[in-house]
């Protein structure tokens, strides 16, 4: 699904991703950890095309993407959230999910323009795929409400119900449980867990490790930029090096 190979990515002196190369098998749930500044942000925008690489390859699908801009790697079956959530100020969870539908709808400008019936038959369709989603997310009662003042939890859902609204193949999480209480979390899990059931294959940076050792098929593990570590959970749960860059000791100490 998605391949990386000698990603570089430097700001000025600063080397941000060096040398990161893993591969994403379709149809798992691949987690990417690390501490702050450990380059894992940098690294899904590199992913979605809102940096370019220094050197190196992304391929998605077999087609590489680096280089493209987001609304390409998009329209190629990619969608992504946001650490700091981005919804639509003044618009319903149902119509930010609505916009979510655009990159798979038909009608162009002038055919909105001119209110022509496939225009109504499309609006009708993507409102009901909208409801869908909120439904299978279980925030179809907050559809009416302004996105921007749900709880914390539910404005997370709804990003998420948008981002599966683009019918991706591959959905990138960054940090989905950030700001949320435990019982929230849960939820997201079983809301990732959810999509992974619908056929999406996830690709997810998140601080919380018992999110991640639940949920993770395997794990990526940078540090200052650099993968020091991939296997499956219970395997980088005993990882010395691991252990080193979370704890600040070796393994005899940590025990």
């Known amino acids: 699904m998605l391949e990386l190979s000698a990603v570089h990515k430097y700001f000025g002196g600063l080397h941000a991703v060096n040398n990161v190369g893993f591969k994403v098998a379709p149809g798992t749930i691949k987690a990417v ?3 702050n500044g450990a380059g894992k942000t940098t690294l899904f925008n590199l992913i979605a095309g809102g940096l370019e690489p220094s050197s190196g390859t992304i391929t ?30 003044g618009m319903t969870a149902l ?14 400008f ?34 009416d409400v302004e996105a921007t003042s749900l709880a914390f939890g539910q404005q997370r859902a ?6 599966l609204a683009m019918e991706p193949d591959l959905l990138l999480l960054d940090e989905p449980a950030a700001g949320l209480n435990i019982y929230e979390t849960a939820e997201i899990a079983r809301l990732i867990e959810r999509t992974r059931e619908m056929g999406i294959t996830v690709l997810l940076v998140e601080h919380d490790m ?10 990526v593990v940078l540090s200052f930029g650099e993968k020091i570590a991939e296997d499956v959970p219970d395997e980088i749960q005993r990882n010395p090096d691991v252990i080193k860059i979370y704890l600040g000791e070796d393994e005899e100490a940590a025990v």
Request: charged fraction near 25%; aromatic fraction near 6%; charge should be positive.
């Open 110 to 143: 002038l055919a909105g323009m001119f209110n022509l019936p496939r225009t109504w038959k499309e609006e009708k369709d993507i409102r009901a795929r909208s409801m869908a989603l909120l439904e299978l997310l279980d925030i179809a009662g907050y559809a």
């Open 60 to 89: 998605f699908k077999g087609r590489p993407i680096q280089g493209l801009k987001p609304h390409r790697v998009a329209s190629l079956g990619m969608a992504r959230t946001f650490q700091n959530i981005k919804l639509f100020h």
């Open 33 to 35: 950890i690390g501490p």
């Open 95 to 108: 119509e930010n999910v609505m916009l979510g539908c655009h990159i798979r709808s038909r009608s162009g």
């Open 210 to 219: 018992s999110l991640v050792m639940d949920i993770s098929d395997e794990i």
């Open 158 to 163: 709804v990003e998420m119900a948008r981002a």
